[in-house]
Each structure stands twice: as C-alpha cells, then as structure tokens.
C-alpha cells in the first residue's frame, strides 16, 4: 500500500469512527414540520407577540369599566382652616370649638381617613374607535403568527429537501467512486501490459482523487444540512444526523388554485389598515366632549384605624378640549397620512406578491422540462459510457474519453438530482404563497 492510499484509509477510518459517535435518526418531513411548529424560536416568539398584543386590547377595557381605587391616609395639622375641617369630617364639632381664639390658634388636629373611590366611564367616543384600533392590532399578530408558522413550514420542507439531496449527491459519487476505481484498476492492468502510456494510470488515479475530494465534501454537506434542519426544529445539540427518505420529485398540489389576497400575511397587512383607520376616527372623535362619572365614600376618625364619621360623593363630569394647542388637529393630521402610508404599503404588497407567485408558477414549469430533460441526458451519457467501456474493453478507445465519459455521466445524475431539489422547494414555496386562511 503506497503513501497516499494509506492516508486516504487513515482518513476514512477517522471519519467513520466521528459518524459512529453520532446518533442518527430517521424523521419523516411531515414530523420535521410539526416539531419545528412546536418549538421553533421564530413561532414562538410569534405567538408570545399575539399574546401580547391580546393584553394591549385588554388594556382597552377601561372604555368600560370603573376604576376603583381604595387608600387610607393620616394628617396632623394646627392649620386652622384643616383643623377645623377635619372636626367637620368627623363630625365632632361642638359650640366650643367656635371661640375664636381656638379657631385662630387650634392645637395640633389629627385626622384619619379611608376612603373608596370609583370612576366609571359613560361617554367617551374617541376611546370607544382607539379600543377598536387595538382589536384589529391583535388581529394583525393573529396572522402574523399563522404566516410565521406557514413560513417555518416551508423552511423544514427547504431544509429537508436540501438534506435528500445530499444524501443523494453522496450516494451518487459514492457510485461514481467505485465505478472509477474499477477504471483505474483497468488502466494499471492494461499499463502492467504495456499496452497504454504513464500518462493514461495518471489521469486515472486523478479522476479517483477528485471524486473522493468531492465525496468527503458530500458528507460533510449532509451534515451542515442536518444542522440546519434541526436548528429549525429546535432539537439538534449537534451530535445528531437525520436520516430522511429519499429524493423524488413531488406531485403539485397547490393549497389554492391562485395567489389569494386572504393569504395570513396580506390579511395581517389589512388589518394594520383597518386599525390605522380606527386611529383615524378616534383622532377625529377627540374633537367631543367627554362624560364621566365619579364617586368617593369617606372614614374619618381623630384615632388611628379608628372610622366613626362617614360620608360620601357623587357626580357627573363634563370635560370638552375647545383647543389643545394644535395638539388634536395635528394629531388627526398624522393619522391621516398614517392610514394613506399604509395602504400604498399593502397595495405595493400584494401587486409583488402576486408577480412573485406568477413567477414561482413559470419557474416550475421550466423545472418540469429540465428535469425531462435531465432524465433523457442521464439515459443518454449511461449509454454512452456503456459504448465506451466495451470499445476501451477492445482498445478502440482511449482512456480520457472513458474517464470523460464516466465524468459527464456522474454530472447529469447531479445536475438531475439537483432539478428535482429545485422542483420540490418550488412546489413548496408555491404552497406558500398560495396558502389562504
């Protein structure tokens, strides 16, 4: 065994006792799918967004319903005004406490409170169309996160694809490889003979170094593809390789007949639209006056937690912003080239979205004929190397065309692999983009 043969077995050892030490597990592409819809970062996150936005409407219910809020205060004073209002509180106030030399120098007076204190909206109109702003928010993230997890979707089914085919490129030049080394083999016992020149064991032995180069790429190929789909998934540690079924060209089966403008991510669009639209009419409704209602209900008592008097207060409030410094004019002024920005921006939207799926439809129709014609070029070069080998076999050929031979055919397997990967990711994104609600 020469110099180089030896560390190319050294080198093959090393990687299979690496491969060993690493689990390799089957998963079929509609498992890869639902895992990465569980846990991947992207739907997640997606979700945690819809969540959030689900707390801000809630947010929004004060439109509704009262505040009530419940405090309990102390006070000390010889202010004679307070002092004597705190007897008043308290409903302690006797003839005495009207001489007035102790009304106008009182001792230190001290009062304890607790009281309740209720607010309950009855009119606010511009509120009402800021809290129907916030639903249609929360319906933006809504298919924010349906489009993420149809996006995701698609990226396992990319992810996968391109492992299928990685697998198939290593199977592909592992074929190669033995077929070219039964060549060599060939050449050495026809240049044993003496019957062909150096030159030809030497391209020989180059053709064997190249395919092996191109198979150690090959595998490592499968791994990077393994990483990657298992980084979609969120359950890769990096000592896994999955193994998944093989490459074959899938059978179109569009989710819709045609781009849809209910497609989750353009109907998210619409929605900031709509709730752009809201913010607009709330904008406008803040020109009304407002009518609320409050009451309180008061404990006093000159002791701590001590609460002997009570009484309380209600009312009706109305509350009108004539001018506000510009402040709501302007306002309306952004809302309305807000709401404008926007639906320029979802009508730029969907004019690229429906030019981006005509233009996925014709490039899986040329995928279509490339593959046929890959099939009939695979069909054509085994045929050829077929020829060749029998006329090498007799001398009526020369070394380098067999090599080429073997070479062109080895290239149109790949390249027919490859149109089947391109296929298949098309036909995905293709489901992507017509993917409705």
Known sequence: MDKKNLITLTCTLAASVVISAQEINYISIDEAVNTAGKNNANVQISELEHKISNANFHETDAVFLPQVSVGYTAVTTNNPLNAFGFLLNQRTVTSQDFDPAKLNDPS????????????????????????????????????????????????????????????????????????????????????????????????????????????????????????????????????????????????????????????????????????????????????????????????????????????????????????????????LKASVLQRNKMQEELNLYVNKSRLEYNKTLRELQDLEVEIHKQKASVEQATEALRILSDRYKEGLTRTTDLLAAQAQLSQQRLQLAQAVMSYNITTYYLNLLSTAN
């Not at 230190?108 to 309950?120: E, F, G, P, Q, T």
């Not at 698609?154 to 190669?176: C, D, G, H, N």
């Open 108 to 331: 230190a007076a001290h009062n304890y409170s607790a009281d309740i204190k209720v607010k309950l909206p009855l009119v606010n109109v511009d509120m009402f169309y800021a809290r129907k702003g916030a639903k249609y928010q929360e319906e933006v993230y809504k298919n924010k996160a349906k489009y993420t997890q149809n996006w995701i979707a698609f990226e396992v089914r990319k992810a996968y694809t391109q492992l299928q085919f990685s697998y198939q490129a290593q199977q592909i030049l592992q074929s190669t490889l033995e077929d070219v080394k039964r060549i060599y083999e060939s050449v050495s016992n026809f240049y044993d003979q003496g019957l062909i020149q150096k030159s030809d064991v030497l391209n020989a032995q180059v053709q064997v170094n190249t395919v092996e180069s191109a198979l150690a790429k090959a595998g490592s190929s499968v791994k990077n593809a393994s990483d990657e789909l298992g980084l979609l998934m969120a359950t890769n540690d990096g000592n896994d390789i999955y193994q998944t079924d093989s490459l074959s060209q899938q059978q179109l089966q569009l989710n819709g007949q045609a781009f849809s403008t209910l497609r989750p991510d353009v109907v998210a669009m619409q929605k900031a639209v709509d709730a752009s639209r809201m913010m607009v009419k709330s904008s406008n409704m803040s020109f009304l006056p407002r009518i609320n209602a409050f009451g309180s209900y008061n404990l006093n008592d000159s002791k701590a937690f001590g609460f002997d008097a009570d009484s309380y207060l209600v009312g009706i409030n109305l509350s009108w912003d004539i001018f506000s410094g510009n402040r709501n004019c302007s306002k």
